[in-house]
C-alpha cells in the first residue's frame, strides 16, 4: 500500500501563487510515477502534471508554463508550484501515485487539497 498527503492548498487571488505538497510513504519504491490531478465541481477528474522515476513530465496544456511539478526523492515528496492562477485553476487537486504490475497498473491517492482563485 501507498499512502499519499496533501498540504499547501488555500485561497489565493487570480495572478497569485500557490505551492502543494505531497508526501508518500509506504510501499513507494514499486511506484513508477507521480502526478497531480484536480476536479472541479461538476466536472470530472484530470490530469494536471505527471513525473516520472526518471525525471520525465508532462502537462495539462491548460497548465503549462505556468505550473510546475517537481520531485524530492530523498524526502519521498511531490510539489506543484502554481503561478499565474486562474479562476478556472479552482477545484480539489488529488495527489496520484502509480505502481506498475503485470496486468496494468495501480493508482494510490490522497485525499485532497481544495485550491480557490477568486478575487
Not at 505531497?22 to 502534471?49: D, F, T, Y
Not at 505527471?50 to 495539462?60: P, V
Not at 501515485?97 to 497498473?105: M, N, T
Amino acid at each position: 500500500q501507498v499512502q499519499l498527503v496533501e498540504s499547501g492548498g488555500g485561497l489565493v487571488q487570480p495572478g497569485g501563487s500557490l505551492r502543494l505538497s505531497c508526501a508518500a510513504s509506504g510501499s513507494i519504491s514499486s511506484i513508477n510515477a507521480m502526478g497531480w490531478h484536480r476536479q472541479a465541481p461538476g466536472k470530472e477528474r484530470e490530469l494536471v502534471a505527471r513525473i516520472t522515476s526518471g525525471g520525465n513530465t508532462n502537462y495539462a496544456d491548460s497548465v503549462k508554463g505556468r505550473f510546475t511539478i517537481s520531485k524530492d526523492n530523498a524526502k519521498n515528496m511531490v510539489f506543484l508550484q502554481m503561478n499565474i492562477l486562474k479562476p478556472e485553476d479552482t477545484g480539489v487537486y488529488y495527489c496520484n501515485a502509480e505502481r506498475p504490475h503485470p496486468f496494468g497498473r495501480t493508482n494510490y491517492w490522497g485525499q485532497g487539497t481544495q485550491v480557490t482563485v477568486s478575487s
